[in-house]
């Protein structure tokens, strides 16, 4: 109990005291996992538009590929991500493992399938005569996507609430493609691990709680605009 | 305003946000090294005082990659590390020989020790290293390894061919698969027996309750060796920027610092520097 009450007050100096490495960290995770939801927002919102109202054969096993990728392990991707990056990877020539954009990249391939699965059920979910009702007042087929999107809004929060949520707090591929190198890589989530391999339990703690502060702002955030429009 | 424009706002200024945030994520910076190097020497915090002085002397930057010995030999003969600082010098002696690196100089020892509960249920202390294997097999008291492959996994095992034991398999014998600060802290949980090296034993001490209960037989010693790696095995690796380290890691600065790691902290140095001397003035 001793324990956890000296993490909260550990917690509370390292905040109140504005750390500069805590600091750093904490605005690193922000960075690497706002651009990676980012992302995944970009890839994600049309590809599951696509699916949700094209039909093409095996479309259907495209769903269930996307829907699988939703629980893609973090170590899974992580790995064959630092692969792909080594040196002599097929993307060696970019350079960037144990970098920022590698755990970018990371996090993105981690965040896509959430979003685009999360897309496909929320587009899906529209009362199916929308379709038909707008196209029959004369919208072209760009402006009938863009009405259901639209439409599909509030869901369509949830899914980058999904994503941030996974990356944010996903640890197994930032730390392999990162490496948790001091003032370069190091982010929440590593540096929780460390700090808990070198048996700082008071410093792992007090991250712990910054990261779980730092998640609840983004979703309260996020959620304030959601409701704002809830159907009353 | 209606609700509509002041949704549209937030949301414009949330895309700006992020394309800022975007922005600023650095790329690959120019200049970098990667050091591929066992936990004990980030675990403990020396590489925290030590790379900082490189960088500042040398300009360049030091991606610390801290994995097991092992797995750091693994990154130097693909060519995914520039310089490796390790503790494994079987495997190492091999690794050379195999001719993945030119040059591999003596950077400074400390020494193992076996920790466990205070009570000693296998009655290990004051005997020599191989009886006290010997001793924690036959009582069965639980033995926590690194299993991971690492300089002191290496050691380990060394320790059980040296004393007849397999220990493989065994109910008693449980492997972490873990770094050493992450297996002293099961080893602790587990109020069990584990090999530690003396500098992470001492920088974790504090939250243990585990004793020292075997120390100080000449087969213990752990010595730690900075490897440049061969550029003729992978054209990719930056020989000059590993020299530099490598060069660095012998140098008078840094072996200084070496000496006098931790002494405030812990009341005795964790690591004794070594460089230039003669590897078998250690008994090797």
């Given at each position: 109990?001793?324990?956890?009450?000296?993490?909260?007050?550990?917690?509370?100096?390292?905040?109140?005291?504005?750390?500069?490495?805590?600091?750093?960290?904490?605005?690193?995770?922000?960075?690497?996992?706002?651009?990676?939801?980012?992302?995944?927002?970009?890839?994600?919102?049309?590809?599951?538009?696509?699916?949700?109202?094209?039909?093409?054969?095996?479309?259907?096993?495209?769903?269930?590929?996307?829907?699988?990728?939703?629980?893609?392990?973090?170590?899974?991707?992580?790995?064959?991500?630092?692969?792909?990056?080594?040196?002599?990877?097929?993307?060696?020539?970019?350079?960037?493992?144990?970098?920022?954009?590698?755990?970018?990249?990371?996090?993105?391939?981690?965040?896509?399938?959430?979003?685009?699965?999360?897309?496909?059920?929320?587009?899906?979910?529209?009362?199916?005569?929308?379709?038909?009702?707008?196209?029959?007042?004369?919208?072209?087929?760009?402006?009938?996507?863009?009405?259901?999107?639209?439409?599909?809004?509030?869901?369509?929060?949830?899914?980058?609430?999904?994503?941030?949520?996974?990356?944010?707090?996903?640890?197994?591929?930032?730390?392999?493609?990162?490496?948790?190198?001091?003032?370069?890589?190091?982010?929440?989530?590593?540096?929780?691990?460390?700090?808990?391999?070198?048996?700082?339990?008071?410093?792992?703690?007090?991250?712990?709680?910054?990261?779980?502060?730092?998640?609840?702002?983004?979703?309260?955030?996020?959620?304030?605009?959601?409701?704002?429009?809830?159907?009353? | 305003?209606?609700?509509?424009?002041?949704?549209?706002?937030?949301?414009?200024?949330?895309?700006?946000?992020?394309?800022?945030?975007?922005?600023?994520?650095?790329?690959?910076?120019?200049?970098?090294?990667?050091?591929?190097?066992?936990?004990?020497?980030?675990?403990?915090?020396?590489?925290?005082?030590?790379?900082?002085?490189?960088?500042?002397?040398?300009?360049?930057?030091?991606?610390?990659?801290?994995?097991?010995?092992?797995?750091?030999?693994?990154?130097?003969?693909?060519?995914?590390?520039?310089?490796?600082?390790?503790?494994?010098?079987?495997?190492?002696?091999?690794?050379?020989?195999?001719?993945?690196?030119?040059?591999?100089?003596?950077?400074?020892?400390?020494?193992?020790?076996?920790?466990?509960?205070?009570?000693?249920?296998a009655k290990i202390?004051?005997v020599t290293v191989a009886s006290a294997m010997k001793q924690i097999a036959q009582s069965?008291a639980?033995f926590?390894?690194?299993?991971?492959?690492?300089?002191?996994?290496?050691?380990?095992?060394?320790l059980w061919k040296a004393a007849g034991i397999t220990p493989?398999?065994?109910?008693?014998?449980?492997?972490?698969?873990?770094?050493?600060?992450?297996?002293?802290?099961?080893?602790?949980?587990?109020?069990?027996?584990?090999?530690?090296?003396?500098?992470?034993?001492?920088?974790?001490?504090?939250?243990?309750?585990?004793?020292?209960?075997n120390?100080?037989?000449?087969?213990?010693?752990?010595?730690?060796?900075?490897?440049?790696?061969?550029?003729?095995?992978?054209?990719?690796?930056?020989?000059?920027?590993?020299?530099?380290?490598?060069?660095?890691?012998?140098?008078?600065?840094?072996?200084?610092?070496?000496?006098?790691?931790?002494?405030?902290?812990?009341?005795?140095?964790?690591?004794?520097?070594?460089?230039?001397?003669?590897?078998?003035?250690?008994?090797?």
């Amino acid at each position: 109990m001793d324990l956890i009450l000296d993490g909260i007050l550990q917690a509370l100096r390292l905040v109140a005291h504005l750390d500069s490495e805590v600091l750093a960290v904490t605005l690193l995770s922000l960075k690497i996992s706002c651009s990676a939801t980012m992302i995944s927002l970009l890839l994600g919102i049309p590809a599951g538009t696509l699916l949700a109202l094209a039909t093409f054969p095996g479309r259907r096993l495209v769903v269930s590929l996307i829907n699988t990728g939703m629980g893609l392990p973090p170590v899974v991707v992580g790995l064959f991500v630092t692969i792909f990056l080594w040196r002599n990877g097929p993307l060696g020539f970019l350079e960037i493992l144990y970098t920022p954009s590698a755990m970018v990249l990371a996090q993105s391939v981690i965040a896509t399938p959430i979003v685009a699965g999360i897309t496909i059920a929320s587009i899906q979910n529209l009362p199916a005569n929308l379709k038909l009702q707008v196209l029959a007042l004369g919208a072209t087929r760009l402006q009938m996507v863009w009405i259901l999107v639209r439409e599909a809004r509030l869901p369509l929060l949830a899914a980058v609430m999904a994503g941030f949520g996974g990356v944010i707090s996903e640890v197994g591929a930032s730390i392999m493609v990162g490496g948790n190198i001091k003032g370069q890589t190091r982010v929440l989530t590593t540096a929780t691990v460390m700090e808990t391999g070198k048996g700082n339990f008071d410093v792992a703690i007090a991250l712990s709680l910054i990261l779980l502060t730092l998640a609840f702002g983004v979703n309260y955030l996020l959620t304030v605009i959601q409701q704002r429009e809830r159907p009353r | 305003m209606t609700t509509k424009q002041i949704q549209m706002r937030i949301m414009t200024r949330a895309v700006l946000i992020l394309a800022l945030v975007w922005g600023t994520v650095v790329w690959a910076a120019p200049k970098t090294i990667i050091l591929a190097t066992t936990t004990s020497t980030q675990d403990s915090g020396l590489l925290d005082v030590l790379v900082p002085q490189f960088e500042k002397e040398s300009g360049y930057v030091v991606k610390t990659i801290s994995v097991g010995s092992g797995q750091a030999m693994k990154m130097g003969e693909k060519g995914e590390a520039d310089v490796l600082l390790v503790h494994s010098p079987e495997a190492e002696k091999k690794f050379m020989a195999e001719g993945y690196g030119i040059t591999r100089r003596l950077v400074m020892h400390n020494d193992f020790i076996i920790v466990g509960p205070a009570a000693d249920p296998a009655k290990i202390k004051g005997v020599t290293v191989a009886s006290a294997m010997k001793q924690i097999a036959q009582s069965g008291a639980i033995f926590i390894s690194r299993g991971d492959n690492s300089g002191t996994h290496a050691k380990e095992k060394g320790l059980w061919k040296a004393a007849g034991i397999t220990p493989d398999g065994q109910k008693w014998y449980q492997q972490t698969g873990a770094g050493m600060g992450q297996s002293l802290n099961v080893a602790a949980e587990k109020k069990s027996y584990i090999l530690t090296d003396r500098a992470t034993y001492l920088a974790l001490k504090k939250n243990l309750g585990l004793s020292i209960l075997n120390e100080g037989d000449s087969k213990l010693l752990n010595i730690y060796h900075v490897i440049e790696l061969n550029p003729v095995k992978s054209p990719k690796i930056h020989s000059a920027g590993g020299k530099a380290f490598a060069d660095f890691m012998i140098s008078r600065k840094a072996q200084d610092s070496i000496k006098g790691f931790g002494v405030e902290k812990y009341g005795a140095p964790l690591f004794f520097p070594d460089a230039g001397k003669n590897p078998a003035s250690l008994g090797l």
